[in-house]
Nanobody, 121 residues
């Protein structure tokens, strides 16, 4: 069964850090671009970060540049999102996704169920 399972969300104070994980099963991540999205209550889903599998190019939303880092471990078939200097506005449900090919420009085909991140004092 093809699926993505996120973990690592939780409640953290402003300025804190979290690392989200996204474990893939039923297929290999290696050939595909992988991304993290988030959706806050009442807001549209936005792409936080994406990484090409073809050349390793990474993309970040302006709001998270310099604070978040996307990475992948193909041996573990897992994608990560390291989130540092967290702010209350980072509060959202975070989803990982896998594109239909090696580039982030290709539409996402597989989605995880999401993990909640709450940043609050």
């Amino acid at each position: 069964q093809v699926q993505l399972v996120e973990s690592g969300g939780g409640l953290v104070q402003p300025g804190g850090s979290l690392r989200l994980s996204c474990a893939a099963s039923g297929f290999a991540l290696d050939p595909y671009a992988t991304a993290w999205f988030r959706q806050a209550p009442g807001k549209e889903r936005e792409r936080v970060s994406c990484a090409n599998s073809s050349d390793g190019t990474t993309y970040y939303a302006d709001s998270v540049k310099g604070r978040f880092l996307i990475s992948r471990d193909n041996a573990k078939n897992t994608v990560y999102l390291q989130m540092n200097s967290l702010r209350p506005e980072d509060t959202a449900v975070y989803y990982c996704a896998v594109a239909g090919g090696p580039l982030c420009e290709i539409s996402m085909e597989i989605w995880g169920q999401g993990t909640q991140v709450a940043v609050s004092s």
